[in-house]
C-alpha cells in the first residue's frame, strides 16, 4: 500500500497550489481520502475529506472557501486544490485513506510540504 502525495512547494501569499496524492495497493474507488496538516510546532489538523461516493468537507475554520478537495477514481487520485493561501497555511500535508464504512483513516501517505511566503 503506497499513498504518494505531491504538488507541494512555494507560493507567494495569495497564490494557488494543488495537491495529488495517488493511492497504489487498495481499491482506490472503495476509500474515504483526507487531507490533513502538520505546522511546525502543532499537531497535524484536518484540512479536507471526500467520501468513497464524492461527498466533501473541508474545515471550516481553515479551509472553507478556499481548499476543494475532488477525486479521480479512474487514476486513483485525490486532490486538494488551494487558492487564496496565507502564510498560516504553512506545513506539511498529508493525505490518507480510510475503509469506506470506517471514520479513521488507517494508511497514511509520506507528505508534501507547502510553504508559503509573505
Known amino acids: 500500500v503506497q499513498l504518494q502525495a505531491s504538488g507541494g512547494g512555494l507560493v507567494q501569499a495569495g497564490g494557488s497550489l494543488k495537491l495529488s496524492c495517488v493511492v497504489s495497493?487498495?481499491?482506490?474507488?472503495?476509500?474515504?481520502m483526507g487531507w490533513f496538516r502538520q505546522a511546525p510546532g502543532k499537531e497535524r489538523d484536518f484540512v479536507a475529506r471526500?467520501?468513497?461516493?464524492?461527498?466533501?468537507?473541508v474545515n471550516a475554520d481553515s479551509a472553507k472557501g478556499r481548499f476543494t478537495v475532488s477525486r479521480d477514481n479512474a487514476k486513483n487520485t485525490v486532490f486538494l486544490q488551494m487558492n487564496s493561501l496565507n502564510v498560516e497555511d504553512t506545513a506539511v500535508y498529508y493525505c490518507?485513506?480510510?475503509?469506506?464504512?470506517?471514520?479513521?483513516?488507517?494508511?497514511w501517505g509520506q507528505g508534501t510540504l507547502v510553504t508559503v511566503s509573505s
Open positions: 471526500i467520501t468513497w461516493s464524492g461527498i466533501s468537507t
Open positions: 490518507a485513506a480510510g475503509p469506506a464504512l470506517s471514520g479513521s483513516y488507517s494508511n
Open positions: 495497493g487498495l481499491t482506490f474507488s472503495n476509500l474515504n
